[in-house]
């Protein structure tokens, strides 16, 4: 029984410290602190960031590899027959009527007209 007591009472320790820990590390309770204490929260928090960096830049390879795979598989196609059609439809607008007037402006209905 008298373990027991001297477990539960080192746990409760661990758990203040710990708690301490996370308040620093949030920036919490800095006052207190000696210059020491601030290198090492500053330094534990530096390996966080490496850490986190790693972790994203895995994760982002990984899916830049898995979307560089199903680019170069499949080549880039319209995806339905609407996209088709409205991609043919718009070539076929872009054609332009316009009108050439060539010589003097003369005044008057005989104008000599080119259509284009």
Do not use: Y
Not at 101 to 114: A, C, D, F, S, V
């Amino acid at each position: 029984m008298q373990q027991w007591k001297f477990e539960a009472a080192h746990m409760a320790k661990k758990i203040e410290h710990l708690e301490l820990s996370i308040r620093k590390l949030s920036g919490e309770s800095l006052e207190s602190c000696l210059t020491e204490e601030l290198r090492h929260v500053e330094h534990q928090l530096e390996q966080s960031l490496i850490n986190v960096r790693k972790s994203k830049e895995r994760i982002l390879s990984e899916e830049n590899t898995i979307l560089h795979k199903k680019c170069t598989e499949t080549p880039q196609q319209p995806t339905n027959m609407k996209e088709a059609a409205s991609f043919h439809n718009i070539s076929e607008d872009m054609e332009v009527e316009t009108e050439l007037l060539i010589g003097r402006p003369e005044r008057g209905p005989t104008r000599n007209l080119l259509q284009g």
